[in-house]
T-cell receptor
Framework: AAGVIQSPRHLIKEKRETATLKCYPI?????VYWYQQGPGQDPQFLIS???????DKGSIPDRFSAQQFSDYHSELNMSSLELGDSALYFC??????????????FGEGSRLTVL | AQSVAQPEDQVNVAEGNPLTVKCTYS??????LFWYVQYPNRGLQFLLK??????LVKGSYGFEAEFNKSQTSFHLKKPSALVSDSALYFC?????????????FGAGTRLAVHP
């Protein structure tokens, strides 16, 4: 079965550079979520999109932005990178249809290292 | 505020023995509760969920969890642990307002199963 695809899997950037992470949800899933997991930390919710509109916002820094496109894939754009942005970034998807009981399906993550 | 607590950073179990990974929650109303497992450098994999009905829910890989409303707990259990069960386990709760299925995770519990 198709899963959530994230790219790139690994990314190394310098401070103050920009980075873009991509997420391709499971087919027919219309909701995408972004999570950030620092070393030894639990996943922290950043932002989510439903039907290409932002549906919820968590602890996403102002330097970060995201969007969901017409094909439901999503991109997380990170600018002015800081050392503390080094983390594993997970994308998850689900079906936002009424009655959905809510489990999220996660990708393998994109590991960002800021030097 | 909705929150999840996993009181143990690590649980050590001998192979073949039963295991329990503890989780308590704080939510208003009836919660949706989830368990996810994370292997090193991998995404989170859904194990099981409680939505309503029978307090004992069964999930993947022989895991089960018991919902206890009076104790606001949702402990993960397995009758006989395997070395391959060694991983990081996250309990999660779905907020009841907004969020289109956004999940809030606990801090995680590392399970180590010894041969």
């Amino acid at each position: 079965a198709a899963g959530v695809i994230q790219s790139p899997r690994h990314l190394i950037k310098e401070k103050r550079e920009t980075a873009t992470l991509k997420c391709y949800p499971i087919p027919r899933h219309d909701t995408v979520y972004w999570y950030q997991q620092g070393p030894g930390q639990d996943p922290q919710f950043l932002i989510s999109f439903y039907e290409k509109m932002q549906s919820d916002k968590g602890s996403i820094p102002d330097r970060f932005s995201a969007q969901q496109f017409s094909d439901y894939h999503s991109e997380l754009n990170m600018s002015s990178l800081e050392l503390g942005d080094s983390a594993l970034y997970f994308c998850a998807s689900s079906s936002g249809l009424a009655g959905n009981t809510g489990e999220l399906f996660f990708g393998e993550g994109s590991r960002l290292t800021v030097l | 505020a909705q929150s999840v607590a996993q009181p143990e950073d690590q649980v050590n179990v001998a192979e073949g023995n039963p295991l329990t990974v503890k989780c308590t929650y704080s939510v208003s109303g009836n919660p949706y509760l989830f368990w996810y497992v994370q292997y090193p450098n991998r995404g989170l994999q859904f194990l099981l969920k409680y939505i309503t009905g029978d307090n004992l829910v069964k999930g993947s890989y022989g895991f089960e969890a018991e919902f206890n409303k009076s104790q606001t707990s949702f402990h993960l259990k397995k009758p006989s642990a395997l070395v391959s069960d060694s991983a990081l386990y996250f309990c999660a709760v779905r907020p009841l307002s907004g969020g289109y299925n956004k999940l809030i995770f606990g801090a995680g519990t590392r399970l180590a199963v010894h041969p």
